[in-house]
């Protein structure tokens, strides 16, 4: 098989590894794809067109190897440069070198994986711009394509007790205003998708919690989303990635059927799929089955082939697409 070019940074980060190749069965290289063909034309679409692989950012460039007993163990050459901004650039070409080489079609992130936070909302707008300005030239340059975008709304202090579910007015504007950009800058790369995952928008005791009051407040929040992508011309899907007790123990979209359930409740069915994960399931006491089989709100849909436990399943307005986590 002739070998494709690939896409060469100013500096290799992955030197003498060339683009991951199929090789079948019987290939005794470690780095060789075994079962999965990219070209093989099954039921009429080939490999990568059905499975539409994504490389998530967080997850294979931003985690550190960590854990509650430890700090992070996980060494990167690249993680060295002038000021943060100039790292983030620098980790973003090893990042997309990786994406190529590998294969993936797709790549998805958070907003602070991919800039860090200035010291004020402006500040922080200006950082994520120049970011996504060099990540559109290595798109144009690789061909990976975005899947979906969303914005961090769980990893600074100030999102301790929620964002959209937030008793700090401040707060729920300051994640609106997050948000907007995020769907901004995901519109600018050409994403497919755009996730919201709400973390921390649950309750931890009854004892100071308004449930009604919270989610009319989660509802307005996603109003207002929908109503920013109109205005925009945002053609994407929006995605709910139901996840439960992580970090937040009763966390308002538990599992499909509530998410289900909260669309219908408050006329967002029409608005958003889910953004279905394996794992997810599981912290919700179910099977990957049960929930991609839970019935959706008419006009809001799920895929309904469960996907294997590194992936996760997402329904697009053209086909399934896998998120892998790692």
Known sequence: ???????????????????????????????????????????????????????????????????????????????????????????????????????????????????????????????????????????????????WGTANLFSNPRYMAGAATNPDAHVFAYAAAQVKKALEVTQELGGENYVFWGGREGYETLLNTDLKREQDHLARFLHLAVAHAEAIGFKGQFLIEPKPKEPTKHQYDFDVASGSAFLRTYGLEKHFKFNIETNHATLAGHTSSTRSRSPPPPGCSVPSTPMPATCSSVGTRTSSTRTCAS
Not at 83 to 100: N, Y
Not at 106 to 134: K, M, Y
Request: charged content about 25%.
């Open 1 to 147: 098989m002739p070998k494709k070019s690939v896409f060469k940074p100013r500096k290799q980060h992955f030197p003498g590894i060339d683009r991951i190749a199929y090789e079948g069965t019987d290939s005794d290289r470690a780095l060789a794809f075994r079962h999965y063909d990219p070209a093989e034309v099954v039921d009429g679409k080939t490999m990568k067109e059905h499975l539409r692989f994504s490389i998530a950012y967080w997850h294979s460039f931003r985690g550190t190897g960590g854990d509650p007993f430890g700090p992070g163990t996980i060494q990167r050459s690249w993680e060295t440069g002038k000021d943060a901004v100039s790292v983030a650039k620098i980790r973003m070409d090893a990042a997309f070198e990786f994406f190529q080489k590998i294969e993936a079609p797709f790549w998805c992130f958070h907003d602070r994986d991919i800039a860090p936070e200035g010291a004020s909302l402006a500040q922080t707008n200006r950082i994520l711009d120049q970011i996504v300005a060099h990540a559109k030239q290595l798109q144009k340059a690789t061909g990976v394509r975005l899947l």
